[in-house]
């Protein structure tokens, strides 16, 4: 009986918790930030590179979602409104930075990463370059304006549609899709060396 609760409980939509959450069941609450507080770490983590201050942002965000639980309206996914809180809040934070001017790339050195899966077949050293690789990335992505981070997050590493990424961030579908555009040409630009350096074995292999 009670594996069966469970199952209905986790078939549960995100806009019916909320709306039961509304209403003052506690438990939705728990429920929706077992769901959205990896993801949003994740997320927010990459938009501002630092950790400390990516997992003070996710449990702002869930405060603003407990204290502002009746402003939101079924008109939107839930997905949509607690990534905008989550999006506005890393981008004050970086604009702190800014006029501190203590924002700088020596936020990734010695991070602990711990978002992605670990590919228990490679070898160490395979899993030493995969690290490497992925600052190398991390510091590509942090290097975008924030307008062109912010699509890039949301559609290639969360996934979200464009009509979805217009939704959280409030501007024209079209604009989403030059952003993303843009700002993919923009780390193909930057990691174009990695792929040159990817590519090297199959080469040497082939000869």
Known sequence: MTRKRN?????????????RFQQGDL?????????????????????????????????????RVYKNKHYYKEIAK???????IAGNLAKTELRRRKRRKIFSVS?????????DIPDVERSPEQQVDGSIKDDIIQ?????????FKEVILLRDVQGFSYEEISQILGIPLGTVKS?????????????????????????????
């Open 179 to 207: 952003r993303v555009n843009r700002g993919r040409l923009k780390l193909q630009e930057d990691l174009k060396f990695l792929l040159e350096t990817e590519a090297k074995p199959s080469e040497e292999t082939k000869a």
């Open 107 to 115: 936020n990734f050195v010695n991070e602990e990463k711990d978002f």
């Open 27 to 63: 438990q939705a609450f728990d429920i929706l930030v077992r769901r959205y507080k990896d993801q949003l770490l994740n997320y927010v983590y990459r938009f501002v590179g630092n950790r400390s201050d990516a997992e003070d942002i996710v449990q702002e965000t869930f405060l």
């Open 7 to 19: 199952l209905k409980r986790d078939k549960v939509t995100d806009e019916q918790l909320i709306a």
């Open 78 to 84: 839930f997905s949509t409104w607690i990534y905008t």
């Open 139 to 147: 510091k590509a992505i942090e290097k975008l304006p924030p307008k």
